[in-house]
């Protein structure tokens, strides 16, 4: 590594074996946790100039603390289907860190939630919410339930359910949960509703992604897809590249993936492929995001459907397959390490010149080598996707001065934040020692700020 800190052997020997001797205590303390291991080594192999650097972060405890939650809450949730069974599902909340805000982070619905990708989740969330400047700290949840197959009556059961319990846990200045997968504006409805009721009273800003009619924002449901395309216009253009006239590809296709190639179509690209969680469509000319958008945001129906409007693309099974079509610009957007070792291979094989995380942690550790050993333009999730979080935050602002913002202000701020978290993240890159490495440059500057916030707290 080629670096210019002014640290010596022993300093960064020191910071090396302290970094391995709490991910051993991570893995030993946290057994068969598998993604939330892969989180924290990930964040932790950046840290290490970091702490070589600045030992009072060392002294002070500052990742043992980090990794431990401040509350983990798991709760059953107990609901009557249609036919009128009675089902149980688990429901999850990591309150994980609070030193730069209130916690905030999304409810995941979908059948893989557990412990593990929770707090996975929990801990990318610290650092994204830093990243974006706001005063938010980091939180998740979820159940899994899955909302595929299930009558509103009985989505709107399990979310009271849901909130009976969860609800006494969160609120406008301790914890403000959103959607994510699973979770849209039908959910966020069912649960704002069940919360209010628990109240008594009209807390606006107890959640986000709210629906424009009781305290949402404009640009929220665009938020996560538009900010990933413009972090990496960011990367693009530092490499004087462009989106204008460049072939994309966008794995998912639920609320990031949509907006992600709608903004990405607005800016001169051409998107020729798209999946969901059975197979993917592929149109060398170019999709028409319409059709998608009537598929999965309004009949809530499968990919496969598309070529029945568009008999000229191709319908493959299997989602995985996306990442064999040729593209100068790759966004996963889906779920979690859906690009491994191989798939990166394929991609840059094929000639695919930048990567952008729509979704949450979408790439392997192995992947994300393969990325930046071969020079591939890479941004990381936590600073590409917290779009997102970032509108939730000024959502949250909005509903706290009664004040609601047109989508041009709401826009130009969610423009202006993803341009200032590239800048952060490249410079921190630079100053310690790793020019150009987003991945480090966003976990540094993450953990910068809301590390010095715990040391001016004391030990907590």
């Given at each position: 590594?080629?670096?210019?800190?002014?640290?010596?052997?022993?300093?960064?020997?020191?910071?090396?074996?302290?970094?391995?001797?709490?991910?051993?205590?991570?893995?030993?303390?946290?057994?068969?946790?598998?993604?939330?291991?892969?989180?924290?080594?990930?964040?932790?192999?950046?840290?290490?100039?970091?702490?070589?650097?600045?030992?009072?972060?060392?002294?002070?405890?500052?990742?043992?603390?980090?990794?431990?939650?401040?509350?983990?809450?798991?709760?059953?949730?107990?609901?009557?289907?249609?036919?009128?069974?009675?089902?149980?599902?688990?429901?999850?909340?990591?309150?994980?860190?609070?030193?730069?805000?209130?916690?905030?982070?999304?409810?995941?619905?979908?059948?893989?939630?557990?412990?593990?990708?929770?707090?996975?989740?929990?801990?990318?969330?610290?650092?994204?919410?830093?990243?974006?400047?706001?005063?938010?700290?980091?939180?998740?949840?979820?159940?899994?339930?899955?909302?595929?197959?299930?009558?509103?009556?009985?989505?709107?059961?399990?979310?009271?359910?849901?909130?009976?319990?969860?609800?006494?846990?969160?609120?406008?200045?301790?914890?403000?949960?959103?959607?994510?997968?699973?979770?849209?504006?039908?959910?966020?409805?069912?649960?704002?509703?069940?919360?209010?009721?628990?109240?008594?009273?009209?807390?606006?800003?107890?959640?986000?992604?709210?629906?424009?009619?009781?305290?949402?924002?404009?640009?929220?449901?665009?938020?996560?897809?538009?900010?990933?395309?413009?972090?990496?216009?960011?990367?693009?253009?530092?490499?004087?590249?462009?989106?204008?006239?460049?072939?994309?590809?966008?794995?998912?296709?639920?609320?990031?993936?949509?907006?992600?190639?709608?903004?990405?179509?607005?800016?001169?690209?051409?998107?020729?492929?798209?999946?969901?969680?059975?197979?993917?469509?592929?149109?060398?000319?170019?999709?028409n995001l319409d059709?998608?958008?009537?598929?999965?945001?309004?009949?809530?129906?499968?990919?496969?459907?598309?070529?029945?409007?568009?008999?000229?693309?191709?319908y493959n099974e299997?989602?995985?397959?996306?990442?064999?079509?040729?593209?100068?610009?790759?966004?996963?957007?889906?779920?979690?390490?859906?690009?491994?070792?191989?798939?990166?291979?394929?991609?840059?094989?094929?000639?695919?010149?930048?990567?952008?995380?729509?979704?949450?942690?979408?790439?392997?550790?192995?992947?994300?080598?393969?990325?930046?050993?071969?020079?591939?333009?890479?941004?990381?999730?936590?600073?590409?996707?917290?779009?997102?979080?970032?509108?939730?935050?000024?959502?949250?602002?909005?509903?706290?001065?009664?004040?609601?913002?047109?989508?041009?202000?709401?826009?130009?701020?969610?423009?202006?934040?993803?341009?200032?978290i590239y800048k952060?993240?490249?410079?921190?890159?630079?100053?310690?020692?790793?020019?150009?490495?987003?991945?480090?440059?966003?976990?540094?500057?993450?953990?910068?700020?809301?590390?010095?916030?715990?040391?001016?707290?004391?030990?907590?």
């Amino acid at each position: 590594m080629t670096t210019s800190l002014t640290v010596d052997h022993e300093e960064l020997q020191a910071a090396k074996e302290y970094v391995r001797h709490v991910y051993a205590q991570v893995k030993e303390r946290n057994p068969h946790e598998s993604e939330f291991h892969q989180a924290v080594k990930e964040i932790f192999l950046s840290l290490v100039p970091v702490f070589a650097k600045h030992p009072i972060y060392m002294k002070s405890g500052i990742l043992q603390r980090l990794v431990e939650p401040e509350r983990m809450i798991n709760f059953r949730v107990s609901w009557v289907d249609d036919l009128g069974n009675v089902q149980v599902n688990r429901g999850f909340r990591v309150q994980f860190n609070s030193a730069i805000g209130p916690f905030k982070g999304g409810l995941r619905f979908h059948p893989t939630v557990n412990s593990s990708i929770i707090k996975f989740l929990g801990f990318e969330q610290i650092f994204k919410n830093s990243l974006t400047g706001q005063p938010i700290g980091g939180g998740k949840g979820g159940s899994d339930f899955d909302p595929k197959g299930k009558s509103d009556a009985e989505i709107m059961r399990f979310c009271q359910s849901f909130m009976s319990e969860l609800g006494r846990y969160i609120g406008p200045d301790t914890d403000v949960p959103a959607g994510d997968i699973g979770v849209g504006a039908r959910e966020i409805g069912y649960l704002f509703g069940q919360y209010k009721k628990m109240q008594g009273s009209y807390h606006a800003g107890v959640l986000t992604g709210k629906g424009l009619s009781y305290g949402g924002s404009l640009a929220r449901t665009e938020a996560t897809g538009y900010g990933t395309v413009y972090f990496v216009e960011e990367m693009l253009k530092d490499k004087g590249l462009q989106f204008h006239g460049s072939t994309v590809v966008v794995s998912g296709s639920g609320n990031v993936s949509i907006y992600a190639m709608e903004k990405a179509v607005q800016l001169g690209a051409k998107v020729v492929a798209c999946s969901d969680s059975n197979g993917y469509i592929y149109d060398e000319k170019g999709l028409n995001l319409d059709t998608i958008k009537l598929l999965k945001e309004v009949g809530r129906k499968r990919l496969s459907e598309y070529v029945h409007a568009h008999p000229e693309a191709e319908y493959n099974e299997g989602s995985y397959g996306i990442w064999s079509v040729p593209c100068d610009i790759a966004l996963p957007c889906a779920t979690q390490n859906e690009i491994d070792e191989e798939a990166a291979k394929l991609l840059i094989k094929n000639n695919v010149k930048a990567v952008g995380e729509g979704a949450n942690m979408p790439s392997t550790l192995e992947a994300i080598d393969v990325f930046l050993n071969n020079g591939i333009l890479f941004g990381p999730a936590k600073a590409a996707n917290a779009g997102g979080v970032a509108v939730s935050a000024l959502e949250m602002a909005q509903n706290s001065a009664r004040m609601p913002w047109t989508f041009e202000e709401v826009d130009t701020k969610l423009h202006g934040i993803m341009k200032n978290i590239y800048k952060n993240s490249i410079e921190a890159a630079e100053e310690y020692g790793e020019p150009g490495n987003l991945v480090v440059g966003a976990n540094i500057a993450g953990f910068l700020k809301v590390a010095d916030a715990m040391l001016t707290q004391g030990i907590l």
